[in-house]
């Protein structure tokens, strides 16, 4: 095999006049003489200079947009503007060619909507190059942040027999034959002679496992694909998405959200320092993009200043109750332009109330704690009531601009009695969570976790608009395409 050197090393050495070999796909083909060169490693292409005095015309022909080539030939230094090396082509030859009459992808630009359509080639784009790079490394510099601290990465299972948020919006996962399942004496589906023996689903989450394993590991993460049935069809829900949950014994809740935010800090600094020139490219993109919004709708900040902006400064830590306190006396909230006015104490925020609060009150990143018990998951920390009788949670929820809600955690209850009690109000099944319940009969203790949206943070980071464009093959309702 010969030495093929990625373009990525080859923009980045300062060592010209050597032979060497490049592999990638043609982006454009110009003057039949320049081509732009791409093999993924990086946003820029290499130019490759062809003599096309000295070589065969059927060759130049087949130097279409999309064709998979292998060159090999002089790097040196390059006069033309945006580059400082190129490569003078001695040999190049065709490996894949791609029919430019029947290519979808052509060399200008593309609607965002269209590119879903053909997710199996957007990867060939500028954008979602960026974006899958940048992708890899929050990826990577998620495990690094977890492992630097002790965290030990947990595998819990994507099968499950438990709905971890009771919300009802699982997939399930059966090998019954669907037009004929067996049925029990009473006419139901009987799952007993199911493959598990049982209804099983795919897990929401893996929180539940998560803590078995804090409770004798001390601090585990997940990082995996959790799935839910809801029927949003948003710009930030997928029914297939990646979450982190680590999930910490001896923690209470302000040490939760000191580890959320130092998680959030970390991995937006690391990519801002590994992926520069992806970000410089999706800053351009967007400002490019909210050009064609009016004034008033564009963000004060770029890209790459937002980023920068969510590191230097504390995240806006308050209580719901405060927030409906601000909320209530808002200006949109005063002159009806809330879609859901904000009339008293206890109902869910939606999402314009949590951009209000972060794009137009704190201008930062807020975490807000100690939601109604009513509106939050079985397994969170019950507050003593407060003095106007109100019942919380220990739960935190982070907000980010342009995003919403991209952690949910809580610190969770560890007094059985609290659990059990709030598992019936509820409806939880207690019997079919007696391995949870086991975790607070032996050796439970105070501890607490969240989850992290991996594609809200991938959203959030590369300025996208569509969480369906920050995953590579997005699962939505009326849609599994690919
Ligand atoms: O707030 P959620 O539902 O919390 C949990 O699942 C807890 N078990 C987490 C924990 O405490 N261990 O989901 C957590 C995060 C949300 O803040 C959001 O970022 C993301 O997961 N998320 C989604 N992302 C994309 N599509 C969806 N449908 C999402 N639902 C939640
Ligand atoms: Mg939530």
């Known amino acids: 095999m010969s030495q093929r050197i990625k373009i990525k090393a080859l923009l980045e050495s300062k060592e010209t006049d050597r032979e060497v070999t490049v592999k990638g796909w043609v982006r454009t083909f110009r003057n039949n003489q320049f081509i732009a060169l791409n093999d993924g490693s990086t946003n820029s292409n290499l130019q490759v200079v062809v003599d096309f005095e000295n070589t065969d015309a059927a060759l130049l022909k087949r130097l279409t947009t999309g064709a998979a080539i292998s060159v090999v030939g002089q790097l040196v230094a390059s006069l033309g503007k945006g580059q400082t090396v190129e490569v003078k082509a001695k040999e190049i030859e065709i490996l894949g060619d791609c029919d430019p009459e029947k290519y979808p992808l052509q060399p200008k630009k593309h609607s965002l909507e269209f590119l879903r359509e053909i997710a199996h080639l957007r990867f060939r784009t500028n954008t979602f190059g960026a974006i899958f790079r940048v992708r890899n490394t929050l990826a990577f510099a998620v495990h690094q942040f977890f492992q630097e601290r002790g965290f030990i990465y947990l595998h819990t299972p994507i099968i499950t027999a438990s709905d971890a948020e009771g919300a009802g919006e699982t997939f ?54 959790t799935f839910r049935a809801e029927n949003s069809n948003t710009t930030r829900h997928l029914a297939e998405f990646w979450m982190i949950e680590p999930e910490m014994a001896f923690y209470d809740l302000v040490d939760n959200m000191d580890l959320a935010e130092a998680l959030l800090k970390y991995v937006i600094g690391y990519t801002l320092d590994k992926n520069k020139e992806d970000l410089e490219f999706l800053t351009q993109r967007l400002t490019e993009e909210e050009k064609q919004k009016p004034q008033q709708e564009r963000s004060e900040m770029t890209l790459l200043e937002k980023l920068q902006f969510c590191l230097e400064n504390d ?168």
């Open 172 to 225: 399930h996962v059966t090998n019954f034959d669907l037009a004929n399942p067996p049925k029990a004496d009473n006419g139901e589906v009987d799952f007993k002679q199911d493959f598990f023996g049982r209804a099983t689903n795919l897990t929401v989450s893996g929180q539940l496992e998560g803590e078995l394993g804090a409770m004798a590991l001390s601090d585990i993460y997940t990082f995996g694909p």
């Open 315 to 482: 995240f806006q830590r308050l209580t719901y109750t405060e927030a409906i306190d601000i909320l209530k006396e808002s200006t949109p909230n005063k002159k009806k332009k809330f879609q859901y006015p904000i009339e008293g104490w206890g109902t869910d925020l939606q999402s314009e109330h949590e951009r209000y609060l972060v794009e137009k009150h704190f201008k930062k990143p807020v975490i807000l704690t100690d939601y109604p018990k009513a509106i939050k998951a079985f397994y969170m920390r019950q507050n003593e009531p407060d003095a106007k009788g109100h019942e919380t949670v220990r739960a935190m929820d982070i907000l980010f601009p342009g995003i919403g809600e991209i952690v949910g955690g809580s610190q969770r209850e560890e007094r059985l009695e609290k659990l059990e009690q709030r598992m019936d109000e509820m409806g939880i099944p207690k019997e079919e969570l007696w391995w949870y319940l086991d975790t607070r009969r032996f050796g439970a203790c105070p501890h607490a976790g969240f989850g992290l949206g991996f594609e809200r943070l991938v959203l959030f980071v590369t300025g996208m608009g569509n969480i369906r464009d920050v995953i590579p093959f997005p699962r939505f309702p009326k849609n599994a395409e690919f």
